[in-house]
């Protein structure tokens, strides 16, 4: 099971009363969800941090603010029967238009055009069929 490559992303975790803001994927080969803060890879010649802001930005078209790095995780997994790798730094960020926290659900793209929702989820919600990924997240976020 040896990757491709391995990926570098940014993923900015919002965070409401016990809640983080994730987004929902399948994985068809597994028959299980799995929920991760939104996000994306990092582009050459740009931060992490730099790259977590504008994929918010692109995904959501909201500015983030006060982004605080939490850590690195290294991620190695299979998504539908493949295998994947990946470098994740982790931000804590907040978004500047405070009234987006009142939403229950955040609409938006991706960057190959397919829709995007996002929900805030309780942190002790996630279990071994619906997981909070990457691995480790949960305990990097108690631990801040």
């Given at each position: 099971m040896t990757p491709h490559r391995i990926r570098v992303i940014a993923l900015c975790v919002f965070q409401r009363d016990g809640r983080?803001?994730?987004?929902?994927?399948y994985d068809s080969v597994k028959g299980t969800y799995f929920y991760r803060p939104l996000g994306g890879g990092v582009e050459a010649g740009?931060?992490?941090h730099a790259a977590g802001a504008r994929e918010?930005?692109?995904e959501l078209g909201l500015h983030v603010v006060d982004l605080k790095f939490l850590g690195v995780?290294?991620?190695?997994?299979?998504?539908d029967g493949a295998p994947k790798h990946e470098i994740v730094f982790v931000y804590d960020g907040r978004f500047a238009d405070e009234t987006v926290y009142a939403r229950e659900a955040l609409h938006g793209q991706e960057a190959n055009g397919a829709p995007l929702r996002a929900s805030w989820r309780a942190l002790d919600s996630f279990d071994e069929q619906h997981r909070l990924v990457p691995e480790g997240l949960r305990e990097l976020l108690r631990s801040a």
């Open positions: 983080v803001l994730v987004f929902e994927g740009e931060t992490s918010i930005k692109e995780l290294e991620n190695i997994f299979t998504l």
